[in-house]
């Protein structure tokens, strides 16, 4: 994968789920230095990448500059989205057995 062009690794990066985002610039410094991008962490947060759900209007988000805000906003919005499915899985079979 080092051999992928940088676009390419943001772009797969965008398509992923923060976790996932996180996880990979941990890998090595190249990734970190491809992936680590605000147009990256807020692609994850337009898609919702990973967790379904509404998706909300995250124009506000052009207003932060740093990369690092947009990452822990990009991580607490997977985080929200996941509690939320989590939530309506056990409302739903809790509904079934009912």
């Not at 789920?17 to 807020?42: G, P, Q």
């Not at 967790?51 to 929200?80: N, P």
Request: charged share 20%.
């Amino acid at each position: 994968m080092n051999t992928l062009p940088p676009e390419t690794l943001q772009r797969i990066a965008s398509h992923s789920s923060c976790d996932s985002v996180l996880a990979l610039i941990r890998v090595s410094r190249h990734f970190y230095n491809t992936c680590y991008d605000k147009a990256v962490f807020k692609a994850v947060i337009r898609n919702g990448n990973g967790c379904g759900g509404k998706l909300w209007d995250c124009a506000f988000i052009a207003d932060i500059t740093s990369t690092s805000d947009l990452a822990r906003l990009a991580l607490a919005d997977f985080r929200a989205r996941t509690w939320l499915n989590e939530t309506e899985i056990e409302r739903d079979v809790s509904n079934f057995w009912t």
